[in-house]
């Protein structure tokens, strides 16, 4: 047996990709992700809550599932969630400083902060999929496939887990961001 | 009446929520649970900032947000009785 990867998901602000075909392409005048989502008629209001990392996991993670074709839902431990970046969660970091930086105007904001961490990503992943496995947010000095894979192999070693969602997941704007999403499985 | 509106708008914008317009938000409907809006623990949280920041008003007692934050209405009559800007 070994992790083989079943299927890629790839997301940027020009276009989506699935198992490298691409599938859609930006349209001008409304966000990529929104695009998606209303495009796939996702029905998860929270979507619109989320910082850019969040939403760009949850769209990714989504079609990967989808793609997958597996019943959705159903509470499992045998599946790891596993992504990476190198920048955290700078985005709403940055976001976050906007609403404080200003002593006359310090009004620090809880939704904003509650994505001050790049794992809340994962942890909304695993939530939504009713996954209880291996949850993790890796940070990189810079994106490795090396080091990627190593962190996928040792998830495998647990003895409970079978497959991984796993990748590079990287937001530091609204419009610069990259998705690379993979679903590996011991077979 | 104009102030439920105006509460409405900047629910909207601060919340995000945005498949809904203020039209969709009635008056009288509880914010939270269920039946409501559909509202959550960190959407207080913003609701007391939203206060604090165009009303001026500082909720002191968190016993007391579950009676302000009833409703659309119930935060307009305490936003009209309470605030300094």
Sequence with gaps: MEPKVIHRVKLTPRSLEVDGKRVAEAV??????????????????????????????????EILLETEGAERFVPRADRAVILFNRNSSLNADRTFQRTIADPEEFYPSPSVFVYTLPNIVTGEIAIRNKYHGESNFILLPEKSEEAMNQAVERAFMDGETTSVLTGWLEAVSETEYEAEMKLIMMM | ???????????????????????????????????????????????????ERNYGIKIADPKQGKEIFASVRTMADYVAANRTK
């Design chain 2, 1 to 51: 009446m104009e102030l439920i509106e105006e509460l409405k708008t900047k629910m909207i914008e601060a919340l995000n929520l945005e498949e809904m317009t203020p039209a969709d938000i009635d008056d009288n409907a509880p914010l939270f649970g269920d039946e409501g809006l559909g509202l959550d623990s960190i959407d207080v949280l913003e609701l007391i900032v939203l206060l």
């Design chain 1, 28 to 61: 001008a005048g409304e966000s990529f992700l929104t695009h998606v989502y209303r495009q796939r008629q996702m029905d998860y209001p929270k979507f619109f809550k989320m910082d850019v990392l969040c939403k760009l996991g949850f769209i990714a993670s």
